[in-house]
């Protein structure tokens, strides 16, 4: 077989050995691709259907000054009708609370600067390009599930994939802390420059776990997609000594 494929395309039969090794990842990386443009494309479908611009004083008086603070004429939040409490920032780059979220808001349970934590948060994920980041990691990760698949299931067969599928699952849930940090930082940043501060920030994190039913201790820490409350805390507090620190620009 490997003959004819070699004599039929003129290749050596190395050349043609090393592309059928590299068939699967390659195939792997063009299907990663495909699905997360498909599901960007279906995510964009439901939240146009089910979300509408937010319209509350309060917290538009606290986005117009971070709007202030990034230079913009002003910062666009939509309520996405779910449930769940969560901020989101979809593909395309708008801002999203859920309906859930902002129903805690407004029976006081949080407050309207901790909600601009979160919209400073999610405007972090957009600036920082951390969706078209996940789109690369997501099809490395593919990738990389294949070749180990690959290579471990001949030293392992039967239970290689499984091995494979975890490691990549751990590599994923790293990536994804890593971002969470930087969008931490960024918002952190953007808070204390529109005099908004890092309290309300660190207050709701305080609340996350209650307010989304979540057991993170449960889960180790090495396994969560999102860091652990105290570590985050911790990451923010080290910023504010640096801030204060380092000498004033003049």
Same mark, same amino acid.
């Given at each position: 077989? /490997? =003959?004819?494929i070699?004599?039929?395309?003129g290749?050596?039969?190395?050349?043609?050995w090393?592309?059928?090794?590299?068939?699967p990842?390659?195939?792997?990386?063009?299907?990663?691709?495909?699905?997360? *443009?498909?599901?960007?494309w279906?995510?964009?479908?439901?939240?146009?259907?089910r979300?509408?611009?937010?319209?509350?004083?309060?917290?538009?008086?606290?986005t117009?000054?971070?709007?202030k603070?990034l230079?913009?004429?002003?910062?666009r939040?939509?309520?996405?009708?779910?449930e769940?409490? =969560? %901020?989101?920032?979809a593909?395309?780059? *708008?801002? +999203?609370?859920?309906? %859930? +979220?902002?129903d805690?808001?407004?029976a006081?349970?949080?407050?309207? /600067? /901790?909600?601009?934590?979160v919209?400073?948060?999610?405007l972090?994920?957009?600036?920082?390009?951390?969706s078209?980041?996940r789109?690369?990691? +997501?099809?490395?990760?593919?990738?990389?599930? @294949?070749?180990l698949a690959?290579?471990l299931?001949?030293?392992l067969?039967?239970? %290689?994939?499984?091995?494979? =599928?975890?490691?990549t699952?751990?590599?994923a849930?790293?990536?994804? *802390?890593q971002?969470?940090?930087?969008?931490?930082?960024?918002?952190?940043?953007?808070?204390?420059?529109?005099?908004i %501060?890092?309290?309300?920030?660190?207050?709701?994190?305080?609340?996350?776990?209650?307010l @989304?039913q979540?057991?993170?201790?449960?889960?180790?820490?090495?396994?969560?997609?999102?860091?652990?409350?105290?570590? *985050?805390?911790?990451?923010?507090? @080290?910023?504010e000594?640096?801030w204060?620190a380092?000498?004033?620009?003049?």
């Amino acid at each position: 077989m /490997e =003959n004819a494929i070699a004599i039929a395309s003129g290749l050596p039969r190395p050349h043609i050995w090393a592309m059928l090794k590299l068939t699967p990842i390659l195939l792997a990386i063009l299907y990663a691709l495909a699905m997360y *443009r498909f599901s960007a494309w279906r995510t964009a479908r439901e939240l146009d259907a089910r979300s509408s611009e937010l319209a509350d004083a309060r917290l538009k008086g606290l986005t117009d000054r971070m709007a202030k603070a990034l230079d913009l004429p002003r910062i666009r939040v939509n309520i996405y009708e779910i449930e769940p409490v =969560n %901020g989101l920032a979809a593909p395309d780059g *708008r801002i +999203f609370l859920t309906r %859930g +979220f902002y129903d805690r808001y407004r029976a006081g349970e949080v407050t309207a /600067e /901790e909600i601009a934590s979160v919209i400073a948060h999610e405007l972090g994920h957009v600036a920082l390009g951390h969706s078209r980041r996940r789109m690369i990691d +997501f099809s490395g990760q593919n990738a990389l599930r @294949t070749a180990l698949a690959m290579v471990l299931g001949r030293i392992l067969p039967g239970i %290689g994939i499984y091995i494979a =599928n975890a490691l990549t699952s751990l590599l994923a849930a790293r990536l994804s *802390r890593q971002d969470e940090y930087e969008a931490d930082a960024y918002a952190a940043a953007l808070l204390t420059k529109a005099g908004i %501060g890092t309290g309300p920030q660190k207050s709701l994190f305080a609340k996350l776990e209650t307010l @989304t039913q979540s057991r993170g201790g449960v889960v180790p820490a090495w396994m969560m997609s999102h860091p652990k409350t105290a570590e *985050r805390v911790s990451a923010i507090e @080290t910023l504010e000594a640096r801030w204060q620190a380092a000498p004033p620009v003049k």
